[in-house]
């Protein structure tokens, strides 16, 4: 009964084992591909933000500016695992850095970006695809 009960009990610890390490793949996570964390904009930019998402159906973005106002709020889809809206900043946008905390079911908490907001010294973004607008605004 004793070695019946041994060689039941190895693969059932095995199976619990393997059981957990899958467990541990299937984890929400999300990664930001845009904006990175030192890049600027000026008032009126487009801010694009896109990033990857893995195990997670739709993800909720808020941006607050840099006195904790909201600055734009979406619930983009994930595609594909990747996901991607898009804002322009207000002409009279606050400066200083902003946040972009992104949420979803799955993710124990909301994870924070950041990205800067001033009037001069920061390069232009070119988010119309024609390299005649690169420069500064």
Do not use: H, W
């Not at 199976?15 to 930001?32: H, I, P, Q």
């Not at 010294?121 to 690169?134: L, R």
């Amino acid at each position: 009964m004793k070695k019946m009960f041994g060689m039941l009990l190895a693969p059932i610890i095995c199976l619990c084992l393997m059981g957990a390490a899958l467990a541990g793949g299937n984890e929400a996570s999300v990664n930001l591909n845009s904006p990175s964390s030192s890049q600027s904009y000026k008032p009126g930019d487009n801010v694009r933000i896109s990033g990857e998402a893995r195990n997670i159906d739709q993800v909720t973005i808020l941006v607050r500016n840099a006195k904790g106002g909201i600055a734009y709020a979406a619930q983009p889809p994930v595609k594909n695992g990747a996901f991607s809206t898009e804002f322009q900043l207000n002409d009279d946008a606050v400066e200083g850095q902003y946040t972009i905390a992104i949420g979803a079911d799955g993710l124990a908490a909301p994870v924070d970006f950041f990205f800067q907001v001033g009037k001069s010294g920061a390069p232009s973004i070119n988010t119309s695809g024609n390299s005649d607008d690169i420069g500064m605004l």
